[in-house]
């Protein structure tokens, strides 16, 4: 059984940074993409960051510039660095396994850990 567990969110300033963790278990880690969720209160989840298993990387326009995932096989973990933060980051961000290791067909997630970007 695949598990997720996020950790490093918190409460911030606008323009200040965090770093989230992932730490994945129960599959074969390097072979499947993964990515970042997040959902705002009253919003849809939305899939802000991807990487593949070969380390490509995509964001979705708003954070571009501002968010940067990473991930590291040996240690089976992914990581979603935070800059530059808005108060409309403000949301639960998950961490997300796809099926696949080019991505798409994401079939598993985390608990959530919550960013506030508030002053």
């Known amino acids: 059984q695949v598990q997720l567990v996020e950790s490093g969110g918190g409460s911030v300033q606008p323009g200040g940074s965090l770093r989230l963790s992932c730490a994945a278990s129960?599959?074969?880690?390097?072979?499947?993409?993964m990515g970042w969720l997040r959902q705002a209160p009253g919003k849809q989840r939305e899939l802000v960051a991807t990487i593949t298993s070969d380390g490509s990387t995509a964001y979705v326009e708003s954070v571009k510039g501002r968010f940067t995932i990473s991930r590291d096989n040996a240690k089976n973990m992914v990581y979603l660095q935070l800059n530059s933060l808005k108060p409309e980051d403000t949301a639960v961000y998950y961490c997300?396994?796809?099926?696949?290791?080019?991505?798409?067909?994401?079939?598993?997630w985390g608990q959530g850990t919550q960013v506030t970007v508030s002053s």
């Open positions: 997300t396994r796809s099926k696949y290791g080019s991505g798409g067909h994401y079939d598993y």
């Open positions: 129960g599959s074969i880690f390097s072979t499947n993409a």
